[in-house]
């Protein structure tokens, strides 16, 4: 099946700093990324979606000035925690599609942030 | 809101015995998916199975099936044969308009041993 990959798998950074995560589509083109947000025990947040070579839409609530979005190439998006707080603390997914595949999504593995 | 509800947060189950996860959806839409998602203690989310609305027929695999209810909008999983390593979140989710999905809050099942 496809594949998904997420880098880092864990951060712990400095309070003020700014992270970035990737995720990348290995194997096929993801012309749709979505980034999503999980806390301990709890269910999946959207954060926004992402269209390869558009701006991110962003969900009600979610700060795109704090979680820049950039979706430049068909395998590639990146997700910049700006300013990072330990609030932000969290753990962040992806996922991808292809162009129209409305019942699949391939789930990147997460990855673990925390900010001190 | 468009939601997906999942009334059972926790659900236990003796290894090889049955257990059914509970789900209902709100949806305008006569055609979209439904899905149940595996999320393990690697939190690496496993799709589990999937279903069509407009297929009648439900959606089987291995010992994983579901009972879709589409007038009642409901969407139970049924685990046969119940394993060590089927102990996870499990998650509802249903695909809203083509956008994005909506995941239900989860349900965390202990297969007991």
């Known amino acids: 099946g496809a594949v998904v990959s997420q880098h880092p798998s864990r951060v712990i950074c400095k309070s003020g700093t700014s992270v970035k995560i990737e995720c990348r589509s290995l194997d096929f083109q993801a012309t749709t990324m979505f980034w999503y947000r999980q806390f301990p025990k709890q269910s999946l947040m959207l954060m926004a979606t992402s269209n390869e070579g558009s701006k991110a839409t962003y969900e009600q609530g979610v700060e795109k000035d704090k979680f820049l979005i950039n979706h430049a190439s068909l395998t590639l998006s990146t997700l910049t925690v700006t300013s990072a707080h330990p609030e932000d603390s969290s753990f962040y997914i992806c996922?991808?599609?292809?162009?129209?595949?409305?019942?699949?999504?391939?789930f990147g593995p997460g990855t673990r942030l925390l900010v001190l | 809101a468009q939601t997906v509800t999942q009334s059972q947060p926790e659900m236990s189950v003796q290894e090889a015995e049955t257990v059914t996860l509970s789900c209902t959806y709100d949806t305008s839409e006569s055609n979209y998916y439904l899905f149940w998602y595996k999320q393990p203690p690697s939190r690496q989310m496993i799709l589990v199975i999937r279903?069509?609305?407009?297929?009648?027929q439900n959606a089987t695999e291995n010992r994983f099936s579901v009972n879709f209810q589409k007038a009642a909008k409901s969407f139970s999983l049924k685990i046969s044969d119940s394993q060590l390593g089927d102990t996870a979140m499990y998650f509802c989710a249903r695909d809203n308009y083509g956008q994005n999905f909506v995941f239900g809050p989860g349900t965390r099942l202990s297969v007991l041993p």
């Open positions: 996922s991808a599609r292809d162009f129209g595949q409305r019942e699949t999504q391939y």
């Open positions: 279903q069509e609305a407009y297929k009648q």
